[in-house]
């Protein structure tokens, strides 16, 4: 069992930044495979970006490829997401995701994941 909790959301202007950060207690933090999700109002979980349990590979959307950067800090157990460019289409509840498995492939299919956030808010005005 993990434990995850987002934080860093918030109301931002249409070109500004934000950097979310999931924190994880419970379990071994490398052990785990990562992910970032996305759902907007009326609207199905997307994935956004992975990343391997060593922090080697990443794998991003094509729609925030080149604006988003995910990473990871095994030591501190926690998942980053560093947003820059932000548009009034990524105003949405970000979710971290993680599965126990040490894959060198970073995950894009969410029901690969067995563990969820809550979910931080992230809001975007034009």
């Known amino acids: 069992q993990v434990q995850l909790v987002e934080s860093g959301g918030g109301l931002v202007q249409a070109g500004g930044s934000l950097r979310l950060s999931c924190a994880a207690s419970?379990?071994?933090?490398?052990?785990?495979?990562m992910g970032w999700f996305r759902q907007a109002p009326g609207k199905e979980r997307e994935f956004v970006s992975a990343?391997?349990?060593?922090?080697?590979?990443?794998t991003y959307a094509d729609s925030v490829q080149g604006r988003f950067t995910i990473s990871r800090e095994n030591a501190k157990n926690t998942l980053y997401l560093q947003m820059t460019g932000l548009t009034p289409e990524d105003t949405a509840t970000y979710y971290c995701a993680a599965v126990e498995f040490r894959s060198f492939v970073p995950m894009r299919d969410r029901s690969r994941y067995d563990y969820w956030g809550q979910g931080t808010q992230v809001t975007v005005s034009s």
């Open positions: 990343i391997t349990w060593t922090g080697a590979r990443t």
């Open positions: 419970g379990r071994t933090f490398s052990a785990f495979s």
